[in-house]
């Protein structure tokens, strides 16, 4: 699996790839899965953007990369409560992205709220939940035992 770019959602390289240049960003992606997927046309394509809990914006680039001819097999979502809304916006999101354009979803970047985002990710419907990721496992701002009941934060 490969993705072009890292949480998109707000564009890439900018000036000409920031989102309010959609034309252009959706280019610059069409041209690095074009490179990808003539690499192996058989790798699977995620879209990475960082709305975990927002169903709008998400629904709106999503949108917008497809009428302009972008391809991908998999709809990556970042998750982080601080920026992107309550575990029920997390899963009203993936709901809605999973049943609307019938693709697989993966939250490929957490850190909190474990076993909720999991339980989240693999309940989706028709079971397009197909995973999680945890970014910087060591960085969590969750508490967590180690050895002997050590505490660390």
């Given at each position: 699996?490969?993705?072009?770019?890292?949480?998109?959602?707000?564009?890439?390289?900018?000036?000409?790839?920031?989102?309010?240049?959609?034309?252009?960003?959706?280019?610059?992606?069409?041209a690095g899965t074009d490179a990808v997927l003539q690499v192996d046309p058989s790798i699977i394509m995620l879209?990475?953007?960082?709305?975990?809990?927002?169903?709008?914006?998400?629904?709106?680039?999503l949108n917008n990369m497809l009428s302009r001819g972008?391809?991908?097999?998999?709809?990556?979502?970042?998750?982080?409560?601080?920026?992107?809304?309550?575990?029920?916006?997390?899963?009203?999101?993936?709901?809605?992205?999973?049943?609307?354009?019938?693709?697989?979803v993966i939250v490929v970047e957490y850190s909190q709220l474990k076993k909720e985002v999991n339980d989240i990710a693999f309940n989706l419907p028709n079971d397009k939940g197909k995973g999680t990721m945890i970014w910087e496992p060591l960085n969590t701002w969750e508490k967590f035992l180690m050895k002997k009941g050590i505490q660390m934060n």
């Open positions: 699996m490969v993705q072009i770019g890292n949480e998109i959602n707000h564009g890439m390289i900018w000036p000409d790839g920031h989102v309010s240049h959609l034309d252009s960003l959706a280019q610059l992606i069409k879209l990475h953007i960082a709305l975990g809990g927002q169903n709008d914006e998400s629904v709106f680039f972008v391809y991908f097999d998999v709809i990556g979502e970042s998750y982080y409560p601080k920026w992107h809304g309550t575990l029920d916006d997390l899963r009203n999101n993936l709901t809605d992205l999973a049943t609307r354009y019938s693709k697989d």
